[in-house]
């Protein structure tokens, strides 16, 4: 889980309660099947408890937590082994927005980079991934050098269970669709945020390699 984005979702739902542990532990706990349950129906829910999954402990009304969650969207960087949703290539030219002593992670990255007066330029457009490949970790590097964020938080309610038994389903949220290519030019940056690329180490990278199998969802 992505916890900077989950403690703004904690701050707001501080009413209520979130709980994230393997899914085999959740399971036992609301009971397997029908005959181990704790309450009634709550072994349906276990049917949906895979892959990065939590539950939500609330008061709320479902009309309330599905007009927050469905509204709650946010731009993240893609991290290594996620898979690209798009072919992303980076447009020839200078690149003003990094300082001339980042030319050599560039180049260390695998990019087409050359330093003329000073000002670091990309001598050839380069892709950097292909709509629907894994991303490798230096992929990934790059997309966030570059301020670019093809990912996207969000939770995703898939089911409900209430106090007096009933379980229901729920619609899953219609997908959004982006474009499948994009050329990108480096976003602007203060002092402060080139300072720290500069100074990030590559633990950063091998960070990204832990959350390999991030949806960016939750089930309810």
Known sequence: MRNTYLKDVRQDWKHSRFYFGKN??????LGRTSSDEYREN???ICKHLQGQTGLLFTNKTKEEVLKYF??????DYARSGVV?????????GALPEFTHSMEPQLRGLGLPTALKKGVIHLLKEHKVCDLGQVLTPEQARILKLFGYKMSEFKVTMENMWSNDGTFELLQESVETITPTKVKVRPAKKSKAE???MEAEEDDDDEEDVDDIDEDDEINK
């Open 24 to 29: 085999k532990v959740m399971s036992l706990a």
């Open 42 to 44: 709550l072994h349906k």
């Open 70 to 75: 469905s509204a709650f969207k946010m731009a």
């Open 84 to 92: 690209a949703e798009q072919e992303v290539t980076l447009e020839e």
């Open 194 to 196: 080139i300072e720290a």
